[in-house]
């Protein structure tokens, strides 16, 4: 029972990071319908600029200070969402009447791109670096369960930043705009509706939470390096595509799913080396009996 | 109001519209009729920005062919598109919130809101559900309340008849009449259907691969023997 209880907790705290990347894949997804193999790096670059930029804020806050903490975070979402437009600038529109396939392609392209750029030893290196303590880490011990506060952080992290994504896009006038351009992008051209921008909106709103991601994902580990992004990423293309593609709610759902399914499978002595397997088989699993995922629905347009 | 002059359109290698001319006079019904694939529907895509076109195009005064979608509607030439194009995964509320993006004026939104409902109480009753739940006459009914919140002066409507049940397009033609008439706008209208737009219509060109065949005024056009076993299936 209590092992049950600890890797909940453990993988609620993994599954809430997976959800956060997750809703960037969907998010773009849904405007666009192309995966943004990139994403993930933009994340290990949220990490980086995390790791560069604390020494300088934690001089002028203290160490180890909340109001550092979220300034890091700001700063760090702030360089990520740029970094997310110029890449949909750059690679992406020139490319946006032609055929998905294309965009895809150059999303690989811009990855390995980045990827590669990062371990030249003339810019990041490919040596693990330690990130910071961004806040000190406590243990709390209930009986035999332990809870990091890092795990309590980022759930509580998580849940705020999901209810700000909710109300962007429901109640506001550009999260409107976003599905409106996400359905149908001509008829939202006729509307007046500024579609590239709307779309460079996306691709900011999805690299900020990548950038909070990568910084929690790099609190949890040890160490970052330029390739740290990959695992994360993959996980959580496979959450959104178990949740539905293109749909919000789903991405957290199978944020949450997939973060339990490696916290369990992970504690399990003989099973914890396939948990990636066994996440790519429910991938396989989903695309075979669910294409449409978990929350997605097939729509049918009348006519 | 509009000048179109020697409009050419293509896609790739294959031509679509052979230099198209044509006029609207302000607060006026104009109609454009013709077989499926004449350039009905290119002809206003290509007003409206959405298509890349060659030739002259005066709006307002203002020459326009240049401009990008979100651009001429600004300018208050709205386009309801073949098809209706709803957001379906939007509630009707938010459709016709999107058709008043460019609108600041909370004030002007909310009285057009009214205004939209008043001809088409069917919104107003379905105004919290999701547009892919309408009816074909009711996402009609939406798509030209939602081009109404773009504060429009010249409507272009793109078969506003296509698949919908027959008594519905009673209503919906004599509502465009009515918009016509009550908020003065110019409206160019693209139908299948000849019969019903050469009765509300002042003028009429009729459009065939590409060219204009024929032009006139509706009711001359209407007792024109070649238009008659076209296009009227007399």
């Known amino acids: 029972m209590d092992w049950l209880f600890q890797q909940t907790i453990n993988g609620l705290g993994l599954g809430a990071i997976y959800a956060l990347i997750a809703l960037g894949y969907t998010m773009v997804y849904g405007v666009l319908r192309f995966i943004n193999f990139a994403h993930s790096d933009v994340l290990m670059l949220g990490a980086f600029s995390a790791y560069y930029i604390a020494p300088k804020i934690e001089k002028m806050c203290g160490n180890q200070s909340v109001l550092g903490c979220i300034m890091v975070s700001i700063i760090v979402a702030a360089i990520c969402a740029c970094i997310g437009m110029t890449i949909e600038r750059l690679a992406y529109r020139p490319l946006r009447n032609r055929p998905k396939l294309t965009v895809l392609i150059t999303a690989i392209g811009v990855s390995l791109l980045i990827q590669y750029t990062a371990q030249n030893e003339k810019v990041i290196g490919a040596t693990q670096l330690p990130f910071p303590q961004l806040l000190p880490e406590k243990a709390f011990q209930f009986g035999k369960i332990v809870i990091s506060s890092n795990d309590v952080l980022t759930i509580c992290v998580t849940i705020v930043l999901l209810i700000v994504m909710w109300f962007i896009v429901q109640k506001t006038r550009v999260g409107t705009a976003m599905r409106a351009v996400s359905f149908n992008q001509q008829a939202a051209l006729l509307m007046g509706v500024p579609v590239n921008r709307i779309i460079s909106f996306t691709f900011g709103l999805g690299s900020a939470l990548a950038a909070i991601a990568g910084i929690l994902y790099a609190m949890k580990s040890p160490s970052i390096e330029p390739l740290m992004g990959t695992q994360p990423g993959l996980k959580a293309f496979i959450a959104a595509v178990l949740g539905g593609i293109g749909n919000l709610p789903g991405a957290v759902l199978g944020g949450v799913l997939l973060g339990m399914l490696d916290a369990f499978a992970g504690g399990i002595p003989g099973l914890s080396s396939y948990r990636d397997a066994i996440a790519f088989g429910i991938l396989i699993l989903i695309l075979l009996l669910k294409p449409a995922g978990l929350l997605g629905r097939s729509t049918i347009e009348k006519v | ?234």
């Open chain 2, 1 to 234: 109001m509009l000048t179109v002059e020697n409009l050419h359109v293509s896609y790739g290698a294959i031509k679509a519209l052979h230099g198209i001319s044509l006029k609207v006079p302000q607060g006026s019904i104009v109609t454009l009729i013709g077989a499926n694939g004449a350039g009905k529907s290119t002809t206003l895509r290509a007003l409206s920005g959405l298509v890349k076109s060659t030739g002259t195009v005066i709006y307002n005064g203002q020459d326009t062919s240049k401009l990008a979608p979100n651009q001429i509607v600004a300018q208050g030439l709205c386009h309801v598109p073949e098809g209706r194009m709803v957001f379906a995964n939007l509630t009707v509320h938010e459709n016709l919130q999107m058709g008043a993006y460019l609108q600041r004026d909370k004030h002007w939104i909310a009285n057009q809101t009214e205004y939209v409902f008043g001809l088409f109480p069917r919104l107003k009753e379905r105004e919290n559900q999701a547009a892919g739940t309408l009816s074909g006459g009711e996402q009609q009914m939406l798509a030209i309340g939602r081009a109404l919140l773009s504060k429009p002066k010249f409507l272009m409507l793109d078969e506003p008849s296509l698949g919908i049940a027959p008594l519905l397009v009673k209503a919906i033609f004599e509502r465009i009449v009515e918009i016509n008439r009550e908020q003065g706008l110019t409206i160019l209208l693209v139908e299948q259907n000849a019969n019903l737009a050469l009765d509300i219509s002042s003028y009429a060109y009729v459009l065939e691969s590409g060219k204009i065949l024929l032009e006139g005024p509706s009711a001359e056009l209407k007792v024109n023997p070649e238009v008659q076993a076209a296009y009227l299936g007399a």
